[in-house]
């Protein structure tokens, strides 16, 4: 048995709701050089009045190896509203429940090669206003994508489906890297812009969702319908050095890009 790393979240009362799950290896019983691998999905409640978790399990799927689930909460006690989203082989779920975790239900499915769900949850304007992220795999590289509602209403509120981070490909953006040889006539080295291997982090923050993204330059060298492999070692071109936005508490500091940076942080602000 492998555990997902789990996810923690204290409702204003002190409910605790842990958001967990876990891979199983079985041996068959008829073919014991065989396994079957499955993922289960958890839910553990403990309201603030209670000494022992409740445990429910809403979802599993054979056959993956997901990662780790994510939790939002509103409310608190046997009323409270759970947000519970995790990867499964056909993209992001997102179950819900109205009922302090007593029962559960589908109310979303997003992506298709898509995982690292992160779910925000919050009152704007007297609705509950919700913001699904998760990175989408495509074939320049991740993006980061975004399901988001104005008005949650139980899920049946309006679902809107943004790209926070699109792909960016840029045809002849790229530098001669140092380890081409020979004539460049004929030659094209592009450059690529996507998610990088660090992914994302977001923090629910009042009731704005702050993000933090690792942008990723990678450079290609092709000719004609050939290509010579990508390479994030060299300089990033075309971008203009500029102070960074000071956008949270305690960023007081503004921060000088550089040109040669192909690996950058990058802070978006939800409303």
């Avoid at 980061?144 to 840029?170: S, T």
């Avoid at 380890?179 to 923050?205: I, L, Q, Y």
């Amino acid at each position: 048995m492998i555990p997902l790393i789990m996810d923690i979240e204290y409702s204003d009362a002190g409910d605790v709701v842990v958001g967990y799950g876990y891979n199983m290896w079985e041996v068959l019983e008829d073919d014991q050089w065989m396994q079957e691998i499955s993922a289960h999905f958890h839910c553990a409640i403990r309201y603030t009045e209670e000494s022992v978790f409740t445990d429910i399990e809403v979802d599993s799927e054979y056959d993956v190896v997901p990662f780790d689930p994510s939790v939002a909460l509103l409310g608190s006690g046997p009323a409270m509203e759970i947000f519970y989203a995790y990867e499964m082989s056909d993209g992001i779920h997102l179950a819900y429940s109205d009922n302090g975790g007593a029962t559960f239900s589908e109310v979303a499915r997003a992506g298709t090669i898509a995982f690292m769900p992160s779910m925000h949850a919050r009152i704007q304007d007297g609705v509950t206003r919700c913001d699904l992220l998760y990175l989408e795999s495509t074939s320049g590289g991740n993006e980061l994508r975004n399901l988001h509602w104005d008005d949650f209403n139980g899920g049946a509120g309006i679902l809107e489906l943004r790209v926070l981070y699109a792909v960016e490909y840029i045809g002849g953006g790229g530098e001669v890297p140092d380890w081409w040889e020979g004539s460049t006539d004929g030659v094209s080295f592009d450059r690529c812009n996507a998610v990088g291997w660090f992914g994302f982090d977001a923090v629910t923050n009042g009731d704005d969702v702050a993000v933090i993204v690792h942008e990723q330059s990678t450079d290609t060298a092709s000719y004609g319908n050939g290509w010579w492999g990508g390479d994030v070692s060299f300089a990033q071109a075309g971008r203009a050095s500029q102070a960074s936005m000071v956008l949270l508490p305690g960023m007081t500091d503004a921060v000088a890009a550089s040109e040669a940076d192909v690996n950058r942080a990058r802070l978006l602000i939800l409303d």
